[in-house]
T-cell receptor, first 116, second 113 residues
């Protein structure tokens, strides 16, 4: 199955600044998915990133706040812009994976963001 | 996508068998049931997937009754390291890669010594 490297693993940022999270996959994938997980909560989908086209955002998430790049089939970035303390969360990327004939998803280890 | 309902939390002791049940009354014909495990500060990890009857792997067993409206994840002889959140998801594997996963609230399992 795919292996995902996500960086940084954690960061503490000042409000008003921006942070870019990188997600590198060891194989080519068509779609990559970005999630947010607030403390003690489940995962919420932010957007779907398809190589060669604009990302598709879920309700409540906008491109100006969470711009996404997808320059090739193995890499994507998510930027959290103009941060506020409410953006403190874990951010995860995910790709589809097939192992032993089973279709599932692999997740990065996450980026724990704290905004102060 | 079929909605799932699971208990919010469960407690157990080391060495016990833990069964977590998930309800998915609106499951579609092509849907499979997949369980993920998430440890603190990590992304979810695939545990097991099944369509009907029983599936077993090195980590867990998955029991699915004939009507497929529910499923039960069984963890044999849990240890402290099984403390995690367990998510039940339902979907068509052929959508894998084309559609993101929709996570419910999950079940927070706490294993005590």
């Amino acid at each position: 199955s795919a292996v995902i490297s996500q960086k940084p693993s954690r960061d503490i940022c000042q409000r008003g600044t921006s942070l870019t999270i990188q997600c590198q996959v060891d194989s080519q994938v068509t779609m990559m998915f970005w999630y947010r997980q607030q403390p003690g909560q489940s995962l919420t989908l932010i957007a779907t990133a398809n190589q060669g086209s604009e990302a598709t955002y879920e309700s409540g998430f906008v491109i100006d706040k969470f711009p996404i790049s997808r320059p090739n089939l193995t890499f994507s970035t998510l930027t959290v812009s103009n941060m506020s303390p409410e953006d403190s969360s874990i951010y995860l990327c995910s790709v589809a994976a097939v192992r032993q004939g089973i279709y599932g998803y692999t997740f990065g280890s996450g980026t724990r963001l704290t905004v102060v | 996508l079929a909605k799932t309902t699971q208990p919010i939390s469960m407690d157990s002791y080391e060495g016990q068998e833990v069964n977590i049940t998930c309800s998915h009354n609106n499951i579609a014909t092509n849907d499979y049931i997949t369980w993920y495990q998430q440890f603190p500060s990590q992304g979810p990890r695939f545990i097991i997937q099944g369509y009907k009857t029983k599936v077993t792997n090195e980590v867990a067993s998955l029991f699915i009754p004939a009507d497929r409206k529910s499923s039960t994840l069984s963890l044999p002889r849990v240890s402290l390291s099984d403390t995690a959140v367990y998510y039940c998801l339902v979907g068509d594997p052929m959508d894998t890669g084309r559609r993101a996963l929709t996570f419910g609230s999950g079940t927070r399992l706490q294993v005590q010594p």
